[in-house]
T-cell receptor, first 108, second 113 residues
């Protein structure tokens, strides 16, 4: 079993839909990260969470430390949101353990 | 300047070649990372340099040799690679212990023939 599990693996949505991507982890962590990777490689850090909730524009990330679970929500989705969304956990020592990623496609 | 610049963007090499990947940042970050990413898989950590010293080596084969000549530069020297080493190689930087501000380069797509 991987330390970080994401679901779904693939997600297709219609423009404007509300999207949720889930991440569960099995190890103790100091923080959880959500990252976005567009085709061609570039990875962008979206959020780092150690508790509660963060919001940036149409993106919302939440974490429940007791349940070892985090969600990334996208409101009013747009085709430009199409990308791979990766959950990664930080256990210390400058190391991130990555989930397998969720491939999101938003159709217009 | 919030960029991590990687060169080259694409590299094709034979199994007997020696080549180097280069990564540069001017954000004053003192931690730099090499990741390897196979197609449709998440990145895997290879090496971490902290204050120009190698702090993490994730049991990477010796045909990959990292070098951090100064606080802005990170190299990955490649020698006698195998076809299974073909992957996207990503460089990243941050302040040590501050992964909240982790910046990635666009990667070098490496093909080993």
């Amino acid at each position: 079993k991987n330390e970080v599990e994401q679901s779904p693996q693939n997600l297709t949505a219609q423009e404007g839909e509300f999207i949720t991507i889930n991440c569960s982890y099995s190890v103790g962590i100091s923080a959880l990260h959500w990252l976005q990777q567009h085709p061609g490689g570039g990875i962008v850090s979206l959020f780092m969470l150690s508790s509660g909730k963060k919001k940036h524009g149409r993106l919302i990330a939440t974490i429940n430390i007791q349940e070892k679970h985090s969600s990334l929500h996208i409101t009013a989705s747009h085709p430009r949101d199409s990308a791979v969304y990766i959950c990664a956990v930080e256990g210390g020592g400058n190391k991130l353990v990555f989930g397998a990623g969720t491939i999101l496609r938003v159709k217009s | 300047d919030t960029e991590v610049t990687q060169t080259p963007k694409h590299l094709v090499m034979g199994m007997t070649n020696k080549k180097s990947l280069k990564c540069e940042q001017h954000m004053g970050h003192r931690a730099m990372y090499w990741y390897k990413q196979k197609a449709k898989k998440p990145p895997e950590l290879m090496f971490v340099y902290s204050y120009e010293k190698l702090s993490i080596n994730e049991s990477v084969p010796s045909r990959f040799s990292p070098e951090c000549p100064n606080s802005s530069l990170l190299n990955l020297h490649l020698h006698a690679l195998q076809p299974e080493d073909s992957a996207l190689y990503l460089c990243a930087s941050s302040q040590p212990g501050q992964l909240e501000k982790l910046f990635f380069g666009s990667g070098t797509q490496l093909s080993v023939l």
